[in-house]
């Protein structure tokens, strides 16, 4: 079966680094997306890997590994608005989505 | 620009009850997706349509249909509700012409069968 994993909730302090891992089985890989979903609003795209290496946008960067079917997405510089929900989703040989449950991230001051 | 709109934003139906699920997007694009959303499971895909005229079963289909009669409207029927069907449903599209295809969603309809 198709398999993706994501810590349930993990907690970090306001203006530091924080890594949330991802790991998945599929069938077929045409790419892993990592969108942001903030409690009771709609999930928004952050970033997209489809070769494996460190994809930088901003304050937030996302890494693949292929062989390993391993990613993870870095955030630095932690702010409050950065709550939410990080949900991970990879695309399958078929050109669907596999999402994963997401991962809380929970800032405190 | 709207991008995707979805209504209602919330209701309340009985079991048994039909319901459709509205979801309009103005960006032209091909592709339109339905999924739940329920707490604890990533989200999963009911159904899908990659062009007008064309759709598809995802994950989850059984209680669900669609349509897509034209290339900004993609409704959700529920034909006969059970409370299993309780959840918060999303609307997406994608432009499946780009590199990255990634998939923009509505704001998403909360639904509550009783």
């Known amino acids: 079966g198709q398999n993706i994993d994501q810590p349930t909730e993990m907690t970090a302090t306001e203006g530091a680094i924080v890594q949330i891992n991802c790991t998945y089985q599929t069938s077929g890989f045409n790419g892993l997306f990592w969108y942001q979903q903030h409690a009771g609003e709609a999930p928004t795209f952050l970033s997209y890997?489809?070769l494996d290496g460190l994809e930088e946008k901003g304050r937030f960067s996302s890494f693949l590994s292929r062989s390993k079917g391993y990613s993870y997405l870095l955030l630095k510089e932690l702010q409050m608005k950065d709550s939410a929900s990080y949900l991970c989703a990879v695309m399958d040989s078929n050109y669907q989505l596999i999402w994963g449950a997401g991962t809380k991230l929970i800032i405190k001051p | 620009t709207a991008g995707i709109t979805q209504a209602p934003t919330s209701q309340i139906l009985a079991a048994g009850r039909s319901m459709t699920l509205r979801c309009t997007q103005d960006?032209?694009?091909?592709?339109m997706y339905w999924y739940r959303q329920d707490l604890g499971l990533g989200l999963r895909l009911i159904h899908y349509s990659n062009t007008a005229g064309t759709t598809g079963k995802g994950e989850v289909p059984d209680g669900y249909s669609v349509s897509r009669a034209n290339t900004d409207d993609f409704p959700l029927t529920l034909a006969s509700a059970v409370p299993s069907q309780t959840s918060v449903y999303f609307c997406a599209s994608s432009d499946e012409t780009g590199d990255v295809n990634e998939q923009f969603f509505g704001p998403g309809t909360r639904l509550t069968v009783l």
């Open positions: 960006m032209r694009h091909n592709a």
């Open positions: 890997n489809v």
